[in-house]
């Protein structure tokens, strides 16, 4: 296995300091999709979510219903100033009733550490974090020389070297060691990070064609998404079209997009801002009802 790393060692390309090496052109090159979020996005989704607090605006709010309340109003306010002027107290009311909203569902089905929710502003806007973009070789159990494939297809589409991930375990059941390798990654942040997802969306996503989007209830409750894609996506790369034939395996890929949003709700305005397209999932439709045999 040592012999095979160091080979793709030496495939990789190596730092140099001439203008016109890979490393240099992948640093340098400029990101729209960045350039996108910075100066448009970034401010309209401060807009949309922006929750404006005032001690003036909740004295008036106050002062307003103790007037409806003085003129006979509903009785209903009386609650209402009270639950304002005491935050812990409990009111009974209607809406508890109601069925858990999405948010309500996965803080109680989330076994970790919810943070809490921060009022919106400008300098806590939803952003991207980090993309890691993951390669499973199941191929190299049996041969260890498959793993080149997957590690070469990773460099070309993400212009990063690869990690290998090596087996925690072992499993009789699949024929596997400890430190055997399984499959390799590739965690992007900065400005390629933001060139991969503008590649993913303009030159891949259009092209597959048993590929709707990704499912509204999708996500971990947190505002981080997953996207998982057959190996004919690996060949939708440009990178990888043009040395298709070399590749002596094609794999399937799994991109984790780790965004600061607080909520899922926030992870998808945002996603939806960088054109990742949702859909709400299609009701299965009924099977069709078997007519029973008449006896003769």
Not at 24 to 37: G, Q, T
Not at 77 to 91: G, I, L
Not at 211 to 221: A, P
């Amino acid at each position: 296995m040592k012999s095979i790393i160091s080979n793709f060692s030496r495939l990789s390309v190596a730092p140099s300091k001439s203008r016109f090496s890979i490393n240099s052109i992948n640093h340098r090159s400029y990101s729209r999709l960045a350039d996108f979020y910075n100066n448009t996005l970034r401010d309209d989704l401060t807009i949309l979510q922006y929750n404006y607090k005032s001690e003036k605006l909740d004295q008036y709010i106050n002062e307003k219903n103790l007037n409806e309340l003085s003129s006979g109003s509903d009785s209903s306010a009386t609650a209402d100033v009270s639950a304002n002027s005491n935050p812990n107290s409990e009111v009974s009311s209607p809406i508890k009733k109601k069925a858990l909203t999405e948010t309500e569902r996965l803080l109680n089905k989330n076994v970790r550490k919810i943070p809490g929710i921060l009022d919106m502003d400008g300098l806590n806007s939803a952003r991207v974090e980090s993309v890691t973009v993951h390669i499973r070789m199941k191929e190299a159990l049996g041969n260890k020389n498959n793993i080149l494939s997957g590690l070469m297809a990773l460099q070309c589409i993400t212009g990063e070297r690869p990690e290998v991930v090596k087996a925690r375990s072992d499993a009789a059941a699949w024929k596997l060691r400890k430190g055997m390798p399984i499959s390799a990654k590739v965690t992007l942040t900065g400005e390629s990070m933001y060139i991969f997802i503008d590649k993913l969306v303009e030159t891949v996503l259009p092209r597959l064609k048993e590929w709707d989007g990704l499912k509204v209830n999708s996500g971990d409750g947190l505002g981080n998404f997953s996207l998982g894609f057959t190996p004919a996506a690996l060949g939708l790369f440009t990178e990888i079209e043009a040395v298709y034939d070399m590749f002596p395996i094609i794999y399937g890929l799994m991109v984790n997009i780790k965004t600061t949003a607080r909520r899922n709700s926030e992870g998808r305005l945002l996603l939806s801002g960088l054109k990742l397209p949702f859909v709400v999932p299609r009701p299965r439709a009924a099977p069709p009802k078997r007519r029973s045999k008449r006896s003769n």
